[in-house]
């Protein structure tokens, strides 16, 4: 069934009561092989790697919330992104966004690149970069929206119509299906790692991708057994839980969030805050065309080294650590931590300095947050 609203969708779809026992969560199949009645006779299960219902009603589940027609999940983001690069074969050229996440970029540049993959990473705020960077052996245009972690936007339409015979890949995890459906923009895959915002309580590492391509899926199904980076049915039945209360967090998150980013633009001691819910923001007006919300990812600039030191040892409720998009609240230094795999030169470019920090901020009273960033401001 198909349903009109988005909590609806997450709560029920892929989530309907066991038709054995009624069973009103799925399942957990924690199983690595099925019984065959005879040889070549079975229920359509073989083997886990190839087939699990709890991975299937989770994928049918994600598929529905992102407007696609097909979902693929895998044992984390990186796996997810690594499998969609082998859609590529050596000798194909790639267009990425130059603000990426570190991870991303070390496979790109480091792994990738040796397997005769090529790559141009331009300024994909303006969609004419991407149009005037096509070859004829372009394969892919690759981006994120917002980026980590700099808070850009790509114009999704924009670039879309740019992108011919390529497939066009958008990395949805700052803003969860909730805030942006970039399938329905023009985009040909959305991959998350769903070990953020999807996931949402920090208890598990998972990536997964969604497509409205036939042709895409069906390379993808193909992939997903052959290369094997799937997922233990755990982590699949965790997102099923935690996908029922995706709505309601992200709004919390986004009304934390943009309380915070007011006050810190307003605070003397912060030079910069990047937050595409900010009027200030140079994309401001295509935030509000091209998402429902503005997502919980704010990046502040310092000043220095020194200042980024001082207030993450300040910060209390704000936990240091790497990732996001949990209910609680973290800090990330991304030149020490998400981005170190980036050449100093191109993060210097990119304004990811030594006084930049990355707030995720999460779902507790916005009274504590506020206070919070507040002492630790008073410590630089």
């Known amino acids: 069934m198909t349903y009109k609203g988005f909590a609806t969708t997450a709560i029920h779809v892929g989530q309907e009561p066991d038709p054995v026992t009624g069973a009103v969560t799925v399942p957990l199949y924690q199983t690595s092989t099925y019984a065959q009645e005879e040889i070549g ?3 359509g299960y073989e083997y886990a ?20 027609t097909h979902a693929f999940a895998f044992g984390s983001g ?27 970029f070390r496979l790109f540049d480091k792994i990738l690149r040796r397997f005769g993959m090529e790559f141009t990473y331009v300024d994909m705020t303006n969609p004419d970069n991407v149009k005037q960077a096509i070859k004829p052996n372009t394969k892919m245009i690759y981006t994120e929206s917002p980026t980590n972690p700099m808070m850009m936007l790509t114009d999704l339409a924009a670039v879309a119509a740019h992108k011919g015979s390529a497939l066009m890949v ?5 803003m969860s ?32 991708v969604a497509t409205n391509h036939a042709a895409v899926a069906e390379q993808l199904t193909f992939l997903q057994n052959a290369a094997g980076a799937i997922p233990g049915p755990f982590d699949c039945w965790l997102c099923l839980r935690s996908i029922k209360t995706l709505a309601v967090r992200m709004k919390q998150h986004e009304a934390n969030a943009l309380e915070i980013a007011k006050f810190c633009a307003a605070h003397p001691k912060i030079q910069k805050v990047y937050y595409p819910g900010l009027e200030t923001h140079p994309q401001y007006e295509l935030a509000k065309r091209q998402m429902r919300g503005f997502g919980a990812m704010i990046s502040l600039e310092l000043g220095s080294k020194a200042a980024a030191v001082a207030f993450s ?13 949990g209910v609680e609240s973290l800090v990330c230094y991304p030149v020490g931590m998400t981005h170190g795999s980036v050449p100093p030169e191109t993060r210097a470019k990119l304004g990811i300095t030594e006084g930049l920090i990355r707030l995720s901020v999460g779902i507790e009273d916005v009274e504590d947050l506020l206070a919070d960033v507040e002492q630790a401001l008073a410590s630089i």
């Open 313 to 325: 040892r300040a910060i209390k409720v704000f936990t240091l650590a790497e990732s996001l998009g």
């Open 41 to 43: 006779v079975h229920k």
């Open 177 to 208: 299906p909730y805030f942006q459906q970039p399938l329905t923009l023009g985009a040909d895959i959305v991959i998350h790692s769903a070990t953020k915002y999807l996931g949402g309580h920090s208890d598990l590492v998972h990536g997964i």
């Open 78 to 104: 990186l796996a997810a992104i690594d499998t969609v690069m082998k859609l590529l074969s050596a000798g194909d050229h790639v267009i990425a966004a130059e603000d990426m996440y570190g991870g991303t």
């Open 170 to 174: 958008v990395d949805n995890t700052f």
């Open 49 to 68: 790697r190839t087939h699990n219902l709890t991975r299937a009603k989770w994928e049918q589940n994600l598929a529905a919330l992102e407007k696609g």
